[in-house]
């Protein structure tokens, strides 16, 4: 029976869990600002932050409650509202041993970073104030039903049987679809297919990587609510299926091309993780490396495919959240087993082919729904706020109209125009006298 009594151990691993998640967030902003042009920087990683804030306070106000609160299985109630009734008690439905506000808490940080996936799709081309928009519409009329569908007690999915231990459909399949979708109805940038676009800053995308591999021990580790055999495991699983992704990724990468890149790494270590969180605690470490390996071959190819598409799906969020979360979802029924989780369920190699049709039926259902709800949400953002950015801003750059920032200052000869420089007891005549007949450029 659920404990209706604090367990001080389970209460500090979900509270650190939580924190590791809230990590998650910056950890995205770091990823997708390295991927970018330096012009667009300051907008890509606002856009994850601005997701965080924004579901942040939806959930407080309503969307825990219609996510988690007793309603139809299609909906929660309005009993919740406001976060009324959840304190610091147990609930013994979803948070048996740790605070129920913590939990809510928990599934805050969830909610806040699915739509902080989805900007990597639309970067440098949506206005900000429309991505908000955007972010408080799709977290209120897409994720929280499918939270609800799969996580709380009396949601279709989860009354069918489905699995999904820390996200696959509800986060990494809803993000994935959800971006591509975004990106087609956006357009494309004006110079995409015309010129090479090239991240600005690579080490600042493994560094994005690393804190997300970090972090993702909280989102999978965590769901098991508790300090436990079940949390060990998923974090085993999570390191091995992050490994073998950016193994996998490397492997493939080599043998197409003879080269091993750094954001190749970056890329299929995310994959691995994102194809190992829906099965994280319920299958073995030997499995985990298999899953990561799979999802990240398969979110290569994707973005392969992707490349001769016309979708400007910028940082191929469809490919590496959408493509490996149905990789893991589908591997789930694969692997599963009542071996490592008893409250599980067996999968198809232990014998239960049943799991896997319903695994299927999840991933189907996701995709339908955000397919059918995303471009609503669209339409009526860009009756509110014209969501995409005028050719003349885009070609000046999103951080400059949008924000008036840039992300970098100095190092130029122009920086000094009009200025004489001393260099010990010389003077150094500005750039426009030495050079009187060229244009001084930054980095020149």
Request: aromatic share 10%; proline share 3%.
């Amino acid at each position: 029976m659920p404990t209706t009594t604090l367990v001080a151990g389970d209460t500090a691993w979900v509270l650190i869990s939580t924190a590791m998640v809230l990590l998650m967030v910056p950890g995205v902003a770091c990823f997708y600002g390295g991927l970018t042009r330096n012009r667009a920087v300051l907008n890509t990683m606002l856009m994850s932050f601005g997701a965080l804030a924004m579901m942040s306070v939806f959930w407080v106000l309503a969307g825990y409650s219609l996510a988690f609160s007793p309603g139809s299985s299609w909906l929660g109630g309005l009993a919740w509202l406001g976060l009324h009734g959840v304190d610091g008690t147990p609930n013994p439905t979803y948070s048996a041993g740790v605070p129920h506000v913590l939990y809510a808490a928990y599934q805050m940080m969830f909610a806040g970073i699915t739509v902080a996936l989805i900007s990597g799709a639309v970067v440098e081309r949506m206005r900000f104030a429309a991505f908000l928009l955007f972010a408080l519409l799709w977290g209120a009329v897409v994720y929280v039903p499918l939270a609800h569908w799969v996580w709380a007690d009396g949601g279709w999915l989860r009354s069918l049987g489905a699995l999904d231990f820390a996200g696959g459909t509800v986060v990494h399949i809803s993000a994935g679809v959800a971006a591509l979708i975004l990106a087609r109805m956006l357009g494309r940038r004006h110079d995409a297919g015309r010129v090479a676009i090239l991240p600005h800053n690579v080490p600042m995308t493994l560094l994005g990587a690393g804190v997300l591999w970090f972090g993702w021990f909280g989102f999978n580790a965590g769901s098991a609510l508790a300090a436990n055999g079940i949390a060990a495991n998923a974090a085993i699983t999570t390191h091995t299926a992050a490994a073998a992704g950016l193994l996998g990724w490397l492997a493939v990468e080599y043998v197409r091309t003879r080269h091993a890149t750094a954001v190749g790494a970056a890329t299929g270590a995310v994959a691995g993780l994102v194809a190992i969180t829906p099965a994280a605690g319920f299958v073995s470490p030997t499995a985990a490396v298999v899953i990561g390996f799979l999802g990240s071959a398969f979110a290569y190819l994707a973005i392969q495919l992707r490349a001769k598409t016309a979708v400007d799906d910028a940082l191929d969020v469809f490919a590496c959240h959408g493509v490996a979360g149905i990789v893991g979802a589908l591997a789930t029924g694969v692997f599963a087993t009542k071996v490592i989780n008893k409250d599980g369920a067996d999968g198809l190699l232990a014998g239960n082919a049943h799991l896997l049709g319903v695994q299927a039926i999840a991933v189907l259902a996701t995709i339908a729904f955000v397919a059918v709800m995303t471009p609503a949400v669209v339409v009526i953002v860009n009756a509110v706020v014209r969501i995409r950015l005028p050719l003349g801003d885009e070609l000046l750059g999103v951080d400059a109209k949008e924000h008036r920032e840039e992300a970098y200052h100095g190092g130029g000869l122009s920086e000094f125009a009009g200025q004489a420089i001393t260099l010990g007891q010389r003077v150094v005549l500005p750039a426009h006298e030495v050079y009187p007949h060229q244009a001084v450029t930054n980095g020149d």
